[in-house]
Nanobody
């Protein structure tokens, strides 16, 4: 089965940066569409970013656009989330997720239900 493990979370001051990593277990990683979601206490899990199988196509939530960058290294079976200019409202548990197939125009890529595989999350805390 697909196993995803996030790392790189921590405590950072507002305006700082963090880089999250998500390592996948399967050698078919290059066929997966990968996403990042986040969940703050008492709130629903929300979409952050998505990246296509080749790493060319990406899309971001408006709240992080221009500050976060999603990327992937298929040889390392890893997806990354570079987070710059962090704000206190970015504080959340960040999850990576995998969809075992392509990202098409009709794909509901912002929905949690579209991703059957999830990591257990890594905590990001941004202090003001």
């Amino acid at each position: 089965q697909v196993q995803l493990v996030e790392s790189g979370g921590g405590l950072v001051q507002a305006g700082g940066s963090l880089r999250l990593s998500c390592a996948a277990s399967e050698r078919t990683f290059s066929t997966y569409t990968m996403g990042w979601f986040r969940q703050a206490p008492g709130k629903e899990r929300e979409f952050v970013a998505v990246i296509g199988r080749t790493g060319i196509s990406t899309y971001y939530a408006d709240s992080v656009k221009g500050r976060f960058t999603i990327s992937r290294d298929n040889a390392k079976k890893t997806v990354y989330l570079q987070m710059n200019s962090l704000k206190p409202e970015d504080t959340a548990v960040y999850f990576c997720a995998a969809h075992t197939g392509p990202w098409l125009p009709s794909s509901d890529y912002m929905s949690r239900a579209w991703y059957p595989y999830w990591g257990q999350g890594t905590q990001v805390t941004v202090s003001s």
